[in-house]
């Protein structure tokens, strides 16, 4: 029998399965404290819901199957803000600001090589109702605070507005297809080919050479700043945005972390405004990403401004395995017919908090106290029989050894 997983899938191991749990609970606390409250969502969706929403890309390298009771094509969940967008238009009772979390996981279609699997787990948040850049601030400020409250430090936030890409497009009447050419030359950081494009078009000398120094615009906020008196009008709003964000986020005491880069387009064509990467530096790594999106729920139902984010939970837990450790208390071997002290002793413990297994395997004790002190048990207890007798032996694994009245361990 085949005993191996699919290729685009991970198993975790005992410590990456506990790494991850502790992580997305940090991660969860934080984004209460931030007054989040959490969503669940169905991991299965309907296909016409999102197939006008979803990035085409993204809709393309979806996993569908069939309803065999209603006969509809479904969805397994490709992304968690489209779904959000999707919850947020079926509400009858709409009260803004809106602030939701979610944890679960999301299914792409990928080529299945090193990191590239089809089942990833995210964590995030989604804040809807709020135009203001204060929001996009505040979601960035989670983000932030979130990896510290991990222990996280080597880590950068990368921004970007993409309504300066936008803004190019309307300045020089660009249709889609054109306007995909040109968002190629950017992401791919193609120098050369921006000077032809733009040598195409009568231009001012200062927005030709913003046009093609896009790629290369990376940096803290003097590069914004510097910018603002050389674009036009239609430019000058986001650069204005990137400014502002940087202001609030300076007043959080977070614009340490702040890199602006325009020469990175996002993933979704769903965002409209700010958006960010979250960027580890030691394992040059996109952990998180998120934007504004202020068209996406209008799309479903209503018109809605909103912005989020999302950490990617399987990066995040290779960051940070071997960091927690799953503490186990206790572990007892009782070697006497009567195995109810084993129980009233593991049942006590418990009752006070502690993580207590009992060895309910017959073997060599020697044995057992190794196998207990390889799975992670601080402590072993032994019940034994001396002299018509029980007697309670406890072990630690830094070699001290107590020698107890049952009572005493019961008291």
Same mark, same amino acid.
């Given at each position: ?157 990368? *921004? ?5 890409? !936008? /803004?190019?497009?309307?300045? $020089?009447?660009? +249709?889609? @297809?054109?306007?995909? &050419? %040109? ?61 502002? *964000? ?5 007043? !959080? /005491?977070?614009?340490?972390? $702040?890199?602006? +880069?325009? @020469?990175?387009?996002? &993933? %979704? ?84 908090? %502690? ?57």
């Amino acid at each position: 029998m085949k005993v191996d997983t699919p290729k685009g899938v991970r198993q975790l191991s005992f410590e990456e399965s506990y790494t991850l749990d502790t992580i997305q609970k940090i991660i969860e606390d934080n984004f209460k404290l931030w007054g989040y409250d959490k969503l669940y969502l169905p991991l299965i969706e309907y296909y016409h819901t999102h197939s006008k929403t979803l990035d085409k890309n993204l809709l393309k390298n979806s996993f569908r199957i069939v309803d065999r009771y209603e006969g509809e094509t479904l969805i397994l969940r490709p992304d968690f803000t489209t779904q959000i967008a999707r919850f947020v238009a079926s509400l009858k009772d709409k009260t803004f600001p809106l602030r939701v979390y979610y944890c679960g996981d999301i299914f792409r279609y990928t080529v299945p090589k090193a990191d590239n699997i089809y089942q990833r787990r995210q964590v995030g948040v989604e804040l809807i109702g709020v135009p203001q850049i204060e929001a996009d601030a505040e979601v960035i400020a989670v983000a932030v605070t979130s990896l510290k409250s991990l222990g996280i430090s080597d880590f950068q936030i990368d *921004i970007n507005n993409v309504k300066i890409h !936008y /803004g190019i497009k309307e300045i $020089l009447n660009l +249709d889609d @297809g054109t306007f995909a &050419e %040109f968002m190629g030359f950017i992401k791919n950081r193609e120098i050369y080919n921006l000077k032809k494009f733009v040598s195409k078009f009568i231009l001012p000398e200062d927005l030709k050479e913003f046009i093609v120094s896009l790629p290369k615009l990376k940096g803290g906020i003097e590069i914004i700043s510097n910018l603002k008196d050389k674009l036009p009008t239609g430019l000058k709003e986001p650069i204005d945005e990137l400014v502002k *964000i940087y202001s609030i986020l300076k007043e !959080y /005491g977070l614009s340490d972390y $702040l890199v602006f +880069d325009l @020469g990175e387009p996002k &993933e %979704f064509e769903y965002y409209t405004g700010i958006v960010f990467e979250v960027f580890s530096v030691k394992n040059k790594k996109v952990i998180g990403t998120g934007g504004r999106y202020d068209n996406l729920i209008s799309k479903y139902n209503g018109d809605y401004p909103a912005t989020g984010f999302a950490f990617d939970l399987y990066y995040l837990m290779d960051i940070l395995i071997g960091k927690f450790h799953n503490k186990k208390d206790y572990y007892i071997i009782d070697t006497t017919d009567d195995k109810l002290t084993a129980y009233r002793i593991a049942s006590n413990l418990r009752s006070k908090g %502690f993580s207590v297994a009992r060895d309910i395997v017959k073997r060599d004790v020697e044995k057992s106290m190794d196998i207990a002190f390889k799975k992670g048990f601080e402590n072993v207890i032994i019940i034994t029989v001396e002299n018509n007798k029980k007697r309670v032996y406890i072990f630690s694994k830094n070699g001290e050894k107590k020698v107890l009245e049952i009572k005493d361990i019961l008291g």
